[in-house]
């Protein structure tokens, strides 16, 4: 079946560190890549996505790259800000081989990020 | 001007009662989700609609019961409640998906935290 992994947490960095997320996937199919992000007590929120291979998705900073040949999407920031403590999902939807999708997400476990000033 | 809306945001209650989370998306979207958020953060899909019909339906007990009114509002009902079933539950919309799409955005609601005692 579809499967995320991503890199085990807490991950703690100071202000102005890079930041590295590793994601992998297992699919079957044609899987689009997302990242969420969940800030205390909120709900999810896209922060990118990457629909193809070699794709790269961007967004406030962060980048990720879709690599089909090593099944991974790794989140990556050049400099954390305290603002980004949150925690992150890795997460993909598929086509079946109907073609169709419904749309539904699986996520990876979840990386809890603290940045510290 | 909220999109996608959860009542209530937390709820208490005792084991063996029945209760009710409504949510409400004022986006348009023709496909709503419920997922189910334990305390160790890791996210599962429940339920999808899409135009009140529902598609995807994951091995959840089928004390678990969502209803769809209208394509804007999907409620979940939950019967004769165990203290498993504590957790934070979210709501979420997106565009279609029956015709393909699998990068469309999933938009979350703030989630309902449903404590069991």
């Known amino acids: 079946g579809n499967s995320v992994t991503q890199m085990e947490g807490p991950v703690t960095l100071s202000e102005e560190a890079f930041l590295t997320i590793n994601c992998t996937y297992t699919?079957?199919?044609?899987?689009?890549l997302f990242w969420y992000v969940q800030y205390p007590g909120e709900g999810l929120q896209l922060l990118l996505k990457a629909t193809k291979a070699d794709d790269k998705g961007s967004n406030k900073g962060f980048e990720a790259t879709y690599r089909k040949e090593t099944t991974s999407f790794h989140l990556e920031k050049g400099s954390v800000q305290v603002s980004d403590s949150a925690v992150y999902f890795c997460a993909l939807t598929f086509l079946n081989a109907g073609g169709t999708s419904y749309g539904k997400l699986t996520f990876g476990q979840g990386t809890i990020l603290t940045v510290h000033p | 001007d909220t999109a996608v809306s959860q009542t209530p945001k937390y709820l208490v209650t005792q084991m063996g009662n029945d209760k009710s989370i409504k949510c409400e998306q004022n986006?348009?979207?023709?496909?709503m989700y419920w997922y189910k958020q334990d305390s160790k953060k890791f996210l599962k899909i429940m339920f999808s609609?899409?135009?009140?019909?529902?598609?995807i339906n994951e091995t959840v007990p089928n004390r678990f019961s969502p209803k769809s009114p209208d394509k804007a509002h999907l409620n979940l009902h939950i019967n004769s409640l165990e203290l498993g079933d504590s957790a934070v539950y979210f709501c979420?919309?997106?565009?279609?998906?029956?015709?393909?799409?699998?990068?469309?955005?999933?938009?979350f609601g703030p989630g309902t935290r449903l404590t069991v005692l």
């Open positions: 986006l348009g979207h023709d496909t």
């Open positions: 699919a079957t199919g044609y899987p689009s």
């Open positions: 979420a919309s997106s565009p279609a998906q029956l015709a393909g799409g699998p990068g469309d955005t999933q938009y």
């Open positions: 609609y899409n135009n009140k019909e529902l598609i």
